[in-house]
């Protein structure tokens, strides 16, 4: 495995990943579980302050239930553009992806472990 340098917008990241493109899916998952992860502990603080019945409101497994506020949290923190670079920050040698067709890919890779944390019941 490579390592790769992402920058964009307010992400920094070195990955180890196969390619570029691996590298800005790892990233990008990184940044929205850490959202995900922030959402999910501050509504068990809201539950434990305002109901302290937690049965009421069960908290959905990541990445079945993914919580459409963080998400977008999360994919506000990135530009337009990804860059990737094995070089080092400031480089886009190994690549300069859209955001948006790494956060499709994304959502897609979300949907297939869904899937397969179905079928294992």
């Not at 790494?102 to 979300?110: A, C, K, V």
Request: net charge negative.
């Amino acid at each position: 495995m490579a390592k790769y340098y992402i920058q964009s917008k307010n992400v920094s990241f070195v990955v180890c990943a196969n390619d570029a493109e691996g590298a800005a899916l790892w990233a990008m998952h990184r940044v929205i579980d850490e959202k995900i992860c922030d959402f999910e502990e501050q509504k068990l603080l809201d539950m434990w302050f305002e109901d302290e019945d937690f049965d009421d409101e069960p908290i959905d497994d990541i990445p079945q239930a993914v919580p459409y506020e963080a998400m977008l949290d999360g994919l506000a923190e990135f530009g337009e553009m990804i860059s990737i670079s094995e070089r080092g920050v400031g480089h886009d040698e190994a690549g300069l992806l859209e955001t948006e067709e790494i956060f499709r890919q994304w959502r897609q890779l979300m949907k297939a472990v869904d899937r397969l944390f179905d079928q294992m019941g």
